[in-house]
């Protein structure tokens, strides 16, 4: 497909659980952004790769979160000893631009609607 | 205080009024600016960038006031199609591209 493409759409996970999104950029995009989407509220920055590079991680919430993306294409977020409060909507985007053209549009993936019971 | 903040709303409108979202930023240093659309359920899209010079897209004008670190958006003939949540969103020097995102007006059109 010819956009950002992500997996699992959905998934539940007890409390404790490791969890793993995964998100597929456009092909081509050099910058991979994730953010985190909880309910009513808008998206919040999480993390920022520039090709494999990850060039700012100063929104994840905490140690448990990582994430990588080994080559420069697809990202995998990784969520450890899941807690109640990670339950949210995470979002993939990517976009064509290095850091200085900010005005680059990203382009956002369906999101994995993450619960964790 | 969040960096972006707007008017939760929901804005009830019949179809083919006019209506206007306000938002305001914190952040002096923003440097570009945007309207993402999002559906319920679905995933943000952008639906203009911002410039101060305002700008127009159809039914949709958009305007910047560096001055006041204040951003509208006006709909113009509301759709049913219109129905949504208008997120502002910026971009801050420094901040490789990141967006910082308002928590949304949501727009209900209706018949």
Known sequence: GAGVSQSPRYKVAKRGQDVALRCDPISGHVSLFWYQQALGQGPEFLTYFQNEAQLDKSGLPSDRFFAERPEGSVSTLKIQRTQQEDSAVYLCASSLGHTKNSNQPQHFGDGTRLSIL | ?111
């Open chain 2, 1 to 111: 205080r969040k960096e972006v903040e707007q008017d939760p709303g929901p804005f009830n409108v019949p179809e083919g009024a006019t209506v206007a979202f306000n938002c305001t930023y914190s952040n002096s240093a923003s440097q570009s600016f945007f309207w993402y659309r999002q559906d319920c359920r679905k995933e943000p899209k952008l639906l203009m960038s911002v410039y101060s010079s305002g700008n127009e897209d159809g039914r949709f004008t958009a305007q910047l006031n560096r001055a006041s670190q204040y951003i509208s958006l006006l709909i113009r003939d509301s759709k049913l199609s219109d129905s949504a949540t208008y997120l502002c969103v910026v971009n801050n020097v420094g901040t490789a591209s990141k967006l910082t995102f308002g928590t949304g007006t949501r727009l209900q059109v209706t018949l």
